[in-house]
């Protein structure tokens, strides 16, 4: 009886702390004081951001109902991280303090990062997760597994708030820096205090979520330690100023800082999860507007967000080889979301790496709306004027090539009118349109090859990032990439056996390497100490069965190869000697 009790007391408090959140959960569809306080942008598009976000919310509103009602602990974070969201929103409402443009953008960064990571646990693409959110998926499961033991709990929200801090917190800093160029870390700083103390004050719904669901308070109060506990504010500030202070290409606690690329298409699915959320009345289109008196005018113009792809390597750090060609892409939308018009002259520039020899670059081939264009190979500089009036009825002058003095390669392509040799006056005649999901029309690339520089040594980094303008809009950078050099060969040794019966025996063989990993072993065998025979061994063993005859001598050393071709040298050591008698 009085377990029955103490249960139905449980369920009581669970369905009371539900209605409460459920029911304090404001309108945020009220734009008034969100206008008024953005002073970085125009209405609309901050409008397009805020829905953005509320699409998010929309979002995470699940997974937290999830969390409640079927006690899913890979969902405790978003928990959180719905209160922390849902009072970031009424903070711009309610103009609490201004949200520029930047900020929204870091916000949606922030949940893109963890969508990216959910979304491939889920469908079990477990390669693709990032180590510290493993980590906490791994922990959740755990968790589900272990009747919701306390101890479990706290690993799960420990490994869930330091995934956020490590990566999604520097990521965001570093995606918001390459999106407006903050340079004012003042400013940054000043934003960071009042998120901390917003953190906190959400802190105190994520423990009634967390409570209502576990006995832990009565044990231990496991959710201070999200906002409230002094390492952890510590462990975000190192995260905040490693994130403004060092180069693009460092890692913090084994973990690359480098920002997810723009995803374009996951916030059109949130601008649309928005529009839904709000009443009717609130809907938007997503064209930007400038408000006149008695007038509404729209404004022709392209936008773009764009990434660039770097050479593939191995792992989380993208590990090559010190001796082989690289291969860039280089990518630009004209933004469905934001863009009213084609763009007309796209101009690219793309600083080029001292780890790379500028003087091998060899021009790919590009491409836009739906055409690619071939350039012949080995080439440093190309010229050609298109002609494209069938098709969009313009020329198209385009020009690619090599700045040695300021070690950077471009590309320039303009738009031609054919009966004025001049940019088109008709700002709707361009060589990029406004793209759209199914025919891509607003896409374009360019290419390019290039060796790495003889003199790099292992792990040394190769950064890559480029700047796009469309037409007279401002530079945008893509995310900057890296690659480090892998120069070292794996090294191996066979260093033991098992004697299974008296005609075979399990070689025992170590490995190790600096970079890429060991992909490969290969043991080579001897009954004379001369003539030595090879027998591969995929990585995934380190040990091998090995047929022998009794009385006969044997000799075997080994030789290990890494994933991004560096093998290892060395003579025909003897590692190891059997002569079973």
């Known amino acids: 009886m009085r377990y029955f009790i103490i249960l139905m007391f449980w369920a009581f408090i669970n369905i009371s702390v539900k209605a409460q959140l459920r029911s304090g959960d404001p309108d945020l569809c009220n734009y008034t004081r969100l206008i008024d306080n953005l002073a970085e942008s125009k209405k609309d598009t901050a409008e397009i951001l805020y829905l953005q976000l509320l699409g998010g919310l929309q979002e995470l509103e699940k997974y937290r109902e999830d969390y409640l009602e079927n006690v899913k602990f890979e969902d405790v974070f978003p928990a959180i991280y719905y209160h922390v969201t849902r009072l970031e929103l009424l903070n711009i409402k309610e103009g609490t303090y201004q949200y520029p443009i930047w900020k929204m953008n870091q916000m949606l960064a922030f949940y893109e990062a963890y969508d990216f990571n959910r979304k491939n646990w889920d469908n079990a693409n477990k390669d693709l997760i990032e180590p510290h959110w493993k980590k906490h998926f791994d922990n959740a499961e755990e968790t589900n597994k272990g009747l919701k033991l306390c101890w479990y709990l706290k690993n799960t929200l420990e490994s869930s708030i330091e995934a956020h801090i490590i990566q999604d917190l520097p990521r965001s800093i570093r995606f918001t820096n390459n999106i407006v160029n903050v340079d004012d870390n003042k400013i940054l700083e000043s934003e960071f205090n009042e998120v901390n103390n917003l953190f906190e004050i959400a802190t105190g719904f994520a423990k009634d979520d967390i409570y209502s669901v576990t006995w832990c308070d009565f044990l231990i109060n496991v959710a201070d330690w999200i906002g409230l506990d002094p390492d952890v504010k510590e462990m975000r500030e190192t995260a905040w100023k490693n994130a403004l202070d060092s180069d693009w290409n460092i890692e913090y606690n084994g973990t690359s800082l480098v920002p997810q690329p723009f995803d374009v298409e996951f916030r059109e699915q949130l601008l649309k999860k928005g529009k839904k959320y709000c009443d009717k009345d609130a809907e938007i289109t997503p064209e930007l507007v400038e408000e006149e008196p008695g007038s509404e005018i729209e404004v022709i113009a392209p936008h773009d967000p764009n990434d660039i792809i770097p050479p593939k390597g191995i792992g989380p750090d993208n590990w090559i080889s010190n001796n082989q060609t690289l291969f860039y892409t280089i990518r630009c939308e004209n933004d469905p979301v934001f863009a009213t018009a084609p763009a007309q002259v796209i101009e ?67 738009s031609i009118d054919p009966q004025t040799g001049l940019v088109p006056e008709d700002p709707l005649l361009g060589l990029l349109p406004v793209n759209d999901t199914l025919s891509h029309i607003g896409e374009g690339f360019v290419s390019y090859f290039i060796q790495t520089n003889p003199k790099v040594i292992h792990a040394d980094s190769i950064l890559a990032v480029a700047s796009i303008v469309f037409d007279e809009n401002e530079a945008i950078e893509t995310p900057k990439v890296y690659n480090l050099i892998d120069a070292i060969a794996p090294e191996s040794q066979v260093v033991d056996f098992k004697q299974v019966n008296d005609n075979q025996i399990e070689l025992i063989i170590n490995s190790i390497d600096q970079g890429a990993g060991v992909k490969e072993l290969t043991v080579y065998y001897s009954s004379d100490g001369e003539s030595y025979r090879p027998r591969k061994i995929p990585i995934e063993q380190n040990q091998i069965l090995f047929d022998i005859q009794p009385d006969i001598p044997y000799y075997f050393y080994s030789i290990a190869e890494d994933f991004v071709g560096n093998i290892e040298s060395k003579e025909s050591v003897i590692e190891l000697k059997i002569d079973l008698q």
């Open 348 to 414: 690219i520039q793309h600083p080029i790496s001292p780890n790379v020899d500028i003087y091998s670059i060899s021009l790919g081939d590009f491409g836009f709306a739906n055409h690619v264009f071939e350039i012949p190979e080995n080439k440093t500089f190309y010229s050609k004027q298109l002609d494209l009036t069938s098709e969009m009825g313009i020329l198209v002058n385009v020009t690619a090539g090599l700045d040695v003095d300021n070690n950077e390669a471009f590309w320039y392509f303009e």
